[in-house]
């Protein structure tokens, strides 16, 4: 505890020294007792309308001495019930109902904390194993289930209710803590597990559909003249005759054409979003180019709009002529007009 940030900063490279400091600061702040605030709500009532103030006093500093960033005191003036207050301005803010994010790495893994599910070293290779398995994609750094998950989902909630259950899945973590700790016996616990499981297993192979998607790709088979498709396996997508097993044709999507596998690996389907284009009335999609995302009309070459930013179909409250764009920030998501520029932040 000697060497305190000041003396790292004399003998550490700058970026090292911020980094012993974080660690320091965050150390001895671990240490100290917590701080203490002081909450107040006003109500306000007018003729039509209610409104509603929020104070905050900080008694005691606690851990926050340490970090030196403690958030500004809100403190209300002394009031007391009845007094008059005058209104001075009002101004209001349009916000847009918004579904929950979708998972990222780090909100995954703390959603799994909560839940008592895993450890430490079990996280990395669970999001992995999404990856790996095509389960998910990651798109802004968010991850976006596919369809094969979906379905396997569902295949798992009909028929193995029981176990595909976070109380389950944390419940059975404690299980085996209590082995390591020989407080519980191990044959026990697993036999009670097995047997059931086991049984559902059993039944499944023979009640549970395949989950595996398979895809024409409109050719005949050279050894039987079947229809070829394309599936997934373990080690990849390949190509395989409908006839299977009577015929074992098959070849691996490694050994078709370089450029042609580059092409189709870079080729995604536009997808439509609901929006009409500004300049001919088309239909807008999301389309792909190596620079990334970006939208367009559907109606290309004839028309050729396009626009880096996703297009709403929410009018600009301003100049009462443009649809508003969603753009995604490092500060975050803003609607804007791309005729008057207005701007607006969602929550």
């Known amino acids: 505890m000697k060497f305190t940030p000041e003396l790292a900063a004399a003998t550490l490279p700058k970026d090292e020294a911020k980094l012993y400091t974080l660690i320091y600061n965050r150390f001895v702040a671990s240490q100290m007792t917590p701080s203490v605030s002081q909450i107040q709500t006003v109500n306000i009532k007018g003729q039509k309308s209610e409104f509603r103030l929020s104070g905050r006093k900080v008694s005691f500093d606690g851990f926050y001495r340490i970090y030196g960033d403690l958030d500004k005191d809100r403190i209300l003036p002394s009031l007391n019930i009845g007094d008059e207050m005058s209104l001075e301005k009002i101004s209001s803010e349009q916000h847009f109902t918004e579904p929950p994010a979708r998972y990222s790495e ?45 379905k396997i989902t569902e295949m798992l909630e009909k028929n193995f209710e029981n176990i595909v259950d976070s109380e389950f899945t944390s419940k059975m973590e404690e299980k085996l803590d209590d082995i390591a700790e020989n407080k519980a016996d191990w044959q026990e616990i697993l036999s009670d597990f097995y047997y059931p499981f086991i049984e559902k297993i059993s039944e499944g192979k023979t009640n549970i559909a ?25 080690f990849g997508e390949f190509i395989a005759c409908s006839n299977f097993p009577k015929c074992k044709y098959s070849r691996n999507l490694k050994s078709e054409n370089s450029d042609e596998n580059s092409q189709n ?83």
């Open 210 to 234: 395949s989950q595996k998607v398979a895809i024409s790709i409109g050719e005949a088979c050279p050894e039987c003249g079947g229809d070829l498709l394309k599936r997934s396996g373990r």
């Open 106 to 150: 780090a909100s995954l893994v703390k959603k799994l904390e909560s839940l008592g599910i895993g450890r430490p070293s079990t996280y990395a290779p669970t999001i992995s194993l999404l990856s790996a398995r095509k389960y998910v994609e990651i798109e802004k750094k968010q991850l976006v289930p596919t369809e094969i998950a979906f």
């Open 265 to 347: 690996a870079t080729k995604k389907v536009a997808k439509e979003i609901g929006v009409k284009c500004p300049e001919c009335g088309g239909e807008i999609v999301e389309r792909f180019s190596r620079r990334g995302k970006f939208y367009g009309c559907k109606s290309y070459p004839k028309c050729k709009f396009v626009s880096n930013y996703e297009l709403t179909n929410l009018k600009c409250p301003e100049c009462k002529k443009s649809h508003l764009v969603k753009k995604e920030l490092k500060s975050g998501t803003f609607f804007e007009c791309p005729a008057c520029k207005f701007k607006e932040k969602q929550d």
